[in-house]
């Protein structure tokens, strides 16, 4: 299997910081990467998929970048509801791998 | 609007099978290139992808647990199922079904059911 090592596992910022968060793969996934947001109590949200490619109804802020094996999710000046738990998703099979998820807490 | 949710016992004794389902509406399960998973997350930890189903049956299993996994699908009913067999402490978990695109990206996801194995 894929492995996927996300980093880091948290980070303090503030409204108005940028913000980048990475994963690398274990092997080319090529861009079979996609990037999750997680508030407490709710189910993930899909932000990015296809290593950059915007989903609907998510706000420009959020970019994701990279292929083969480094990606990076980019949140350009951090808004106060962008404060949750972000991992990505990789994989060149048919199941996938979480990264271990980062935490981003109000500094 | 495409709707996923999740359902079954909350609570399954140690070394007892779990057993959920995951209801589709919206649009049928049969749809050509889309795949359904489970994802569980236990209670303050990550997230782990535990298997996927085509509608044609064909399945694949995180090899962590795949020795203890049965994931199937229900066309009639237009669902999907897991179960998961000599359940410990260890699989108290939310469990979540979501659609799997050909991206791998997952979404939607249904809101997820907490099961907590204890005696």
């Known amino acids: 299997d894929t492995q996927v090592t996300q980093s880091p596992s948290s980070l303090s910022a503030s409204v108005g910081d940028r913000v980048i968060i990475t994963c690398r793969a274990s092997?080319?996934?090529?861009?079979?990467l996609n990037w999750y947001q997680q508030i407490p109590g709710r189910a993930p949200k899909l932000l990015i998929y296809?290593?950059?490619r915007l989903q609907s109804g998510v706000p420009s802020r959020f970019s994701g970048s990279g292929s083969g094996t480094e990606f990076t999710l980019t949140i350009d000046s951090l808004q106060p509801e962008d404060f949750a738990t972000y991992y990505c998703?990789?994989?060149?099979?048919?199941?996938?791998?979480f990264g271990q998820g980062t935490k981003v807490e109000m500094k | 609007q495409l709707q996923l949710q999740e359902s079954g016992p909350g609570l399954v004794k140690p070394s007892e099978t779990l057993s959920l389902s995951c209801t589709v509406s919206?649009?049928?399960?049969?749809?050509?290139?889309?795949?359904w998973a489970w994802i569980r997350q236990p209670p303050g930890k990550g997230l782990e992808w535990i298997g996927s189903?085509?509608?044609?049956?064909?399945?694949f299993y995180t090899s962590s647990l795949k020795s203890r996994v049965t994931i199937s699908v229900d066309l009639s009913k237009n669902q999907f199922s897991l179960k998961m067999i000599a359940v410990t402490a260890a699989d108290t978990a939310i469990y979540f079904c979501?659609?799997?695109?050909?991206?791998?990206?997952?979404?939607?996801w249904g809101q997820g059911t907490l099961v907590t194995v204890s005696s």
């Open positions: 979501a659609r799997r695109d050909p991206m791998l990206a997952l979404d939607p």
């Open positions: 919206g649009d049928s399960i049969s749809s050509t290139s889309f795949y």
């Open positions: 189903i085509y509608y044609t049956g064909s399945t």
């Open positions: 092997e080319n996934i090529h861009s079979y």
């Open positions: 296809g290593a950059s």
């Open positions: 998703l990789g994989s060149y099979s048919a199941l996938g791998t």
